[in-house]
């Protein structure tokens, strides 16, 4: 079973191969959603919560704000062509957003 971090390193490496053009260090879109889903029952096991899609939201949820005003840097995740994976390790929610 991969760790958090194991799951957060192959997402960097997935960025890099989108950001590179580098095709065989991409993870497939079954990867992807296979990885992320791993992620979110770890992040739930650590009582952080998965906020959804960002583009759904009425508002930005409580949680997002206060972190903002904490200062807390969130890490960001190109997963697909438009998406992106949101995590902020303080916090410990995660959420995606589609840039399209």
Known sequence: MKTLNDLLELFKIHQLGILNGN???CLTPKEVDEAIGILLRECMKEDAGYLGWANSWSEEPLI???CKEF???TIEY???NCQYL???ENCGYIYKYDSS
């Open 64 to 66: 997002i704000n206060k």
């Open 71 to 73: 200062g807390h840097k």
């Open 86 to 88: 949101v995590y902020c």
């Open 23 to 25: 095709q065989s260090a």
């Open 78 to 80: 190109k997963i697909g």
